[in-house]
């Protein structure tokens, strides 16, 4: 099954000035599938999975995340769905860099105070299947850029989502890191079936997706 529908999608940003950055957009994605998404720098990448993961609405169009249409749900709406649903990894991870790895990926969950024992076990877990158990109590500045990555990984699987959306998760990595993030994400994406989204400029990683997508100037060039 889809678990993500794009119809139609047009997104235009400016009032006097208007750019159009997606051009009658159509994707569905299957669940449990590990999908990469290339192009040049502007042609719209990050719009596109910014709407996915519905941090951004469409101009017009439909965005069906799990069956649920979301492009006209309101802000409560689809921070439950985000939270439930849907794990974000960045370039810039933004970790809190006075806090412990272990803490980070804490945060989040503190915040919104849910049961601290079994949440500290879940994070506990998640250090481990990150190949972090060594170091999560070390403060995620004196962490290595690959190490912060994978507490980033850790911190969006805490609540288990079925979808991550990754936008250059690698961006900031030498090429052994980006081998070594690209597998652990790969593993997740194998053993959980969750299903990935991933922008990224390196060509080494895109091509080992399931499926490899090319946006350009807001329209899919290539879909493979
Ligand atoms: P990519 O991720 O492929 O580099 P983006 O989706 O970030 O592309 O940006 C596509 C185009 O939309 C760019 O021309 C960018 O300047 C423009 N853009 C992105 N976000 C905004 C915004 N919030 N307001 C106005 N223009 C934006
Ligand atoms: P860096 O090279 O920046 O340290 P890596 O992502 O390569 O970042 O590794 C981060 C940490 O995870 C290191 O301590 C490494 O030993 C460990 N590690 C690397 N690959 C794996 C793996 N496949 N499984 C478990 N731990 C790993």
New binding site residues.
Partial sequence: ADIIKLKNINKI??NQVK?Q?LHDLSLDIKEGSFTSII??????????LNIVGTLDKPTSGEVIIDGKRTDGMVKNELAALRNKTIGFIFQFHYLLPEFTALENVLLPNNIMAKSNKETKARAEELMQLVGLEKVRNNLSSNMSGGQQQRTAIARALMNNPRIILADEPTGNLDSDSTENIYNLMRDINKKFGTTFVI?THDRRIAEKADRIIE?KDGRIALDI
């Fill in positions: 940003y400016g750019t950055v192009g040049q720098s502007g042609s719209g990448k990050s719009t596109l922008i946006i």
